[in-house]
Structures are given as structure tokens and as C-alpha cells.
């Protein structure tokens, strides 16, 4: 599988951003995809899954009603809806497909090679 994010780029404080991650080779079927993300010095973090055929929604509780992941099954394409964004929010967020174990852990067998979010103030 290939993933491919797009959408990053500079936003204000409290603006909005959408992020798409299409991916190629195979369909998703069964599997879960995520969000991740990794900003400077720091660690990467879960932000969001979904399961792809049940769109089941899990988040990270700092993004909890302010981002929202969601799926186009038809065109394979998964995206994030972030709002109210912060600076510290600022890092290059990843998408990947196929977790080996629990999907909020690193554990992914696919990434993508990242797209860069940038919050000013």
C-alpha cells in the first residue's frame, strides 16, 4: 500500500485545515487507518483512527471535538478535518494503514512520507 497525504500548509490560530492521505495497491477493506503526527524534538502521537469499512471513530482526547477523521471508501482516500488549531499542533502529521497491534500504537504497517502543518499565532 502507498499512502500519499496532501493539505498541509500554514494556518492561523483557531483556523481550519483538511488533510487527505490517498492510498494505492490495495483497498483498505477490513483494516484500520490513522493519524499521526510529530512535531519538533517530540515524539510521534496518535491524533485519530477509523475503521474503514465499519467507520468506527477513535481520537486522542486534545483533539476531541475539534478534529474529525473520515473516509471515502470509493475513492480510498482518508482525511482530517482539524479546526481550532493551536501552534503548538504544529508538526508533520502522518497517515498509515494496517496496524499490528493496538491502532493507537506505532505499530502501522504502511506511512506515508508526512505533510507539514504549520500554526502561527
Known amino acids: 500500500v502507498q499512502l500519499v497525504e496532501s493539505g498541509g500548509g500554514l494556518v492561523q490560530t483557531g483556523g481550519s485545515l483538511r488533510l487527505s492521505c490517498a492510498a494505492s495497491?490495495?483497498?483498505?477493506?477490513?483494516?484500520?487507518m490513522a493519524w499521526f503526527r510529530q512535531a519538533p524534538a517530540k515524539e510521534r502521537e496518535f491524533v485519530a483512527a477509523i475503521g474503514w469499512n465499519g467507520g468506527s471513530t477513535h481520537y486522542a482526547d486534545s483533539v476531541k471535538d475539534r478534529f474529525t477523521i473520515s473516509r471515502d471508501i470509493a475513492k480510498n482516500t482518508l482525511y482530517l478535518q482539524m479546526s481550532s488549531l493551536k501552534p503548538e499542533e504544529s508538526a508533520v502529521y502522518y497517515c498509515a494503514a494496517f496496524p499490528r497491534d493496538d491502532f493507537r500504537r506505532e505499530g502501522y504497517r504502511h506511512w506515508g512520507q508526512g505533510t507539514q502543518v504549520t500554526v502561527f499565532s
Open positions: 495497491g490495495r483497498t483498505i477493506g477490513a483494516g484500520f
